[in-house]
């Protein structure tokens, strides 16, 4: 025992196995360079291919490409209104967003903005590692590409825009080159001190978002660099003060808030969102900026759960990407824990960068806007994004301090193995999530290649001047039928799909305009004859397409005029049975409401619902049934908003399903 103690760690591994024996065999596997490279551009391709499905899925996204579409003159005048009326300096900026969502439009720029947005995670986990003198970047970024969040709300990939992201990758990798210098920046030249500079105070201004997560950064740099100091209190604050860095750090950020600072000054803001809550609810404000620090975590989604196990079908596109997701992660995390050995100052890291995560998100926590949306359980945002990189590194800290009490040999090796396993599940399942909300994405995005292939046809299907029918009447209606597309309450959806054909038709003959170098495609996702299904059950890629929204535990609400349920399996020309439970959402003075019910395209029956939910079972010909689908439509006239009673949901809530059985007796 002795001997062993007395020996390396990797001297006691070899001790306790044979030469050639399997834990040998295992961490030589393990320790194969090329094999984790291989791993990892697995795992990051298909986790990240999900991720270009979405663009414009915002209200707000959909307001800056109107503007986009209109030139520059109305660029810049949004952007100043916008600056004035938020009291955000950043917004002088916004050209960024414009231009960023024009060019969205481009299949291979929204690849290039993926490109931006996981070279930013790269360089976050390399800067991150770098700063904690740790050989844990590959740990960090696994962990932060097999734990994200694919969501509508602005977090990837709709907040990949320019706007965001470049601004916080240049900034990352200033701060990679600063702590490469380090103590050697004064023996760099003018014209690089001078660039580096320019290009921190511009990520700071380009984005108040960027400009929190900066400090951020600071805080943690300037924290680590006190506690390795030497002396007193007294000493290490001169050592601090004296160092060429640190001016060169506080410049930037003194010069940016003064900006931000004097014109907010100038321009006090209007907006519920950059403005402080009128009353101090310290419960409220810890539970927001809670929310939002864990916002960008699938495992921090429970209401996922019980559905996935509900409806365990395959994933779209199969399960073999699922399974090498799996496997990549499996190997990536047994790998990086197998030779991890502790980390400095690791608890002292971990507390730090889980507080980091609360302190980029407090500011929208102190705010009235994001603390009602908390009460409604709307929380993730833009700083979510930045939260989840502090609380992925903390929990990286964790797994370094792991490291250091495995042990040697086949215990380390199997705990080594069990953690890998639990990390692949974990991506896994963040992939079977992302891959569900890709599809819902790739349905929301569909309204604009209908209204590309509008553009492209004959002139008189539109109309040069926007004044035929086809422009007139319903062009809404032909690129999005089931109404999915929604902008701010006043926003005028059909003057913005005329506006974005013509848009199109004066670009019909760009070659890479809407062209995708790969097939992405929304895949149909069908029901069972013969199964009840509770509406709050249904696989998830129900929501958001075919014409649901989200549900609630008692069941959930049709979107708009439209919703669908198609059965797949269906026998051909057998007489069948469609029995549901539903209500009606009735606006003020009205006692019913009519629902036609239609399948494959030919009416059924027309329904009074009442707002009292009631069993309806409709007679379902055989002679309608073709092709082994059965695609039941529900049809209303009027889609009621609670937001026209003056309240703040502006769904347009059709009817409500709390169940739903189609059988073929």
């Keep these: 025992m002795a001997l062993q103690g007395a020996t390396g760690p990797n001297d006691a591994r070899q001790g306790q196995e044979p030469a050639g024996g399997f834990v040998s065999r295992a961490a ?22 999900l991720f270009l499905s979405g663009y414009r899925l915002t209200p707000d996204q959909l307001a ?21 009326v938020s009291g955000r300096f950043c917004f002088f900026f916004s050209p960024l967003s414009y231009y960023a969502e024009l060019l969205s439009d481009y299949f291979v720029v929204r690849a290039l903005f993926i490109g931006v947005y996981f070279g930013f995670l790269w360089a976050f986990a390399a800067y991150w590692a770098r700063l904690v003198r740790a050989e844990a970047a590959l740990l960090l970024l696994l962990l932060l590409v097999s734990l994200q969040i694919l969501d509508f709300n602005n ?17 990352v990798c200033s701060r990679r080159v600063l702590l490469s210098w380090d103590g050697a920046l004064s023996q760099a030249s003018t014209a690089k001190r001078l660039a580096l500079f320019a290009v921190v105070l511009a990520a700071y201004l380009a984005s108040d978002y960027v400009f929190i997560f900066g400090v951020s950064l600071l805080l943690l740099e300037y924290a680590l660099a006190w506690w390795r100091g030497r002396g007193g209190l007294i000493a290490k604050a001169k050592g601090l003060l004296r160092r060429k860095k640190t001016w060169f750090d506080a410049a930037p950020v003194a010069l940016a808030a003064l900006a931000y600072g004097g014109w907010r000054l100038l321009h006090p803001p209007a907006y519920a969102g950059t403005t402080l809550a009128a009353a101090f609810d310290p419960i409220l404000i810890l539970a927001t900026a809670a929310t939002h620090a864990v916002g960008g975590f699938t495992l921090a989604r429970p209401e996922l759960y019980a559905v996935l196990a509900a409806n365990a079908s395959p994933p779209p596109g199969g399960w073999l990407p699922l399974v090498g997701v799996f496997v990549g992660s499996a190997f990536l995390g047994a790998a990086t824990l197998q030779e991890l050995r502790g980390l400095a100052l690791g608890k002292r890291l971990a507390v730090v ?11 929208l926590a102190l705010s009235p806007k994001y603390q009602q949306l908390q009460l409604e359980h709307l929380p993730a945002y833009v700083d979510s994004r930045f939260a989840f990189l502090w609380a992925t590194a903390a ?12 042990g040697h040999g086949a215990r380390r090796l199997f705990l080594s193995m069990l953690f890998g396993l639990i990390l692949g599940a974990a991506s896994a399942y963040t992939y079977y999530h992302n891959a569900d909300m ?13 209204a590309g292939r509008l553009a492209a046809e004959a002139r008189a299907v539109t109309g040069a001047g926007g004044s035929e029918s086809g422009r007139n009447g319903g062009l809404a209606a032909r690129v999005d039928p089931l109404g999915l597309v929604a902008g701010h309450p006043e926003f005028d959806l059909e003057a913005y799909w005329r506006q974005y054909v013509t848009w199109r038709e004066a670009r019909r003959g760009d070659a890479w305009l809407g062209e995708s170098l790969g097939r992405f495609a929304a895949r149909p996702v069908t029901l069972t004859p013969g199964r009840l299904y509770a509406a709050a059950e249904l696989p998830r890629r129900f929501y958001g397409r075919a014409g649901w ?3 609630a535990a008692w069941g959930v609400y049709s979107r708009g005029e439209r919703a669908c349920l198609p059965f797949e399996g269906v026998a051909l020309g057998k007489d069948g049975v469609l029995a549901f439970t539903a209500g009606g959402v009735l606006a003020p003075g009205r006692v019913s409401q009519a629902l036609e019910v239609w399948v494959n395209g030919q009416p059924l029956a027309t329904l009074d619902l009442t707002a009292t939910p009631a069993v309806q079972q409709i007679a379902v010909p055989g002679e309608l049934l073709s092709g082994g689908q059965a695609t039941f439509e529900f049809r209303l ?3 009621f908003s609670p937001a026209s009673l003056g309240g703040e949901d502006h769904r347009r809530l059709g009817f409500a399903l709390l169940n739903v059985l189609f059988v073929q007796p």
């Design 28 to 49: 030589r596997l393990l320790d194969n360079r090329p094999l984790r490279w291989a791993a990892l551009a697995v795992v990051v391709a298909l986790q990240g291919v």
């Design 637 to 639: 006239d009027r889609a």
């Design 353 to 363: 960068c889980l507080g980091l995560a609360f302190f980029v998100v407090l500011p």
């Design 395 to 406: 929990l990286a800290c964790l797994v370094c301090l792991l490291g250091r009490h495995l």
């Design 155 to 171: 977090l990837p990939p709709n907040s990949f825009t320019i706007a965001f992201t470049l601004p916080a990758l240049l900034l």
């Design 64 to 84: 800056l490409h109107r503007v986009s579409m209109l030139g520059f003159d109305a660029i810049l005048t949004e952007s100043v209104a916008a600056a004035v």
């Design 549 to 551: 929204y989200w549900p």
């Design 438 to 450: 890709s599809q819902a994405m790739l349905e929301y995005t569909a309204a604009w290649d209908r």
